[in-house]
């Protein structure tokens, strides 16, 4: 048998969106520790450190999406002595940057193919109401029915829904592309000659 109360507190638990910190402005802070710099950018970047590390990315990704909308973000990131405050910065912004502009060419396919399907789907109408007009045979009617409903659902599957969450998500990333990105360097201890021998 099952623990009602147990099983409710266990609900609320899920219910609740990840916590997030604020700071002193209303800010919603994102916190990274990177001590290395294989943790902040991409292994694959060989010329300079501007390609993000898709882990940090995703990270960051994940603690920004329950970001209310009227707050701004800040990202706070620790890292190594000899890390660069402007090599960082860049890395996020462009990221989050190429994510937005691919999302953005993402809509406009979704508009061309919404509005593609809007109108297979009223010629399909066109027809099926000629069908009744001219000739009836109620097996081609079914049919017909059918691919205009089936067109009909796409576009507005594809206008509606989907590009509800694309502009949730394009929101987002423009905050991230425009948050503020403070490097905090941690100094580094040096080991003693007594340090070594332990």
Known sequence: MFDR????????EMA?????H???DDNALITVKADKDEQLFSSYDYD??????EELAEYIWDKARFVPAKSDIRIK??????ANKKEIENAIHNKFKKEYL????EKKKNALFSLSMLIAGLLFLGVLYLSYLFFRNEFLDVILEIIVWV??????DAFFLQRAS???????LLKLCASNVEVIKKRTKKLTTDDEKK
């Open 151 to 156: 067109f009909l659902w796409e576009a507005t």
């Open 166 to 172: 694309m502009r949730r998500k394009q929101f987002i």
């Open 16 to 20: 609740k969106k990840e916590e997030i």
């Open 102 to 105: 691919e999302l953005k060419e």
């Open 5 to 12: 109360k147990k099983l409710k507190a266990t609900r609320k």
């Open 77 to 82: 990131v620790y890292a190594s002595e000899k």
């Open 22 to 24: 604020f700071d002193s």
């Open 48 to 53: 300079n450190n501007e390609k993000l590390n």
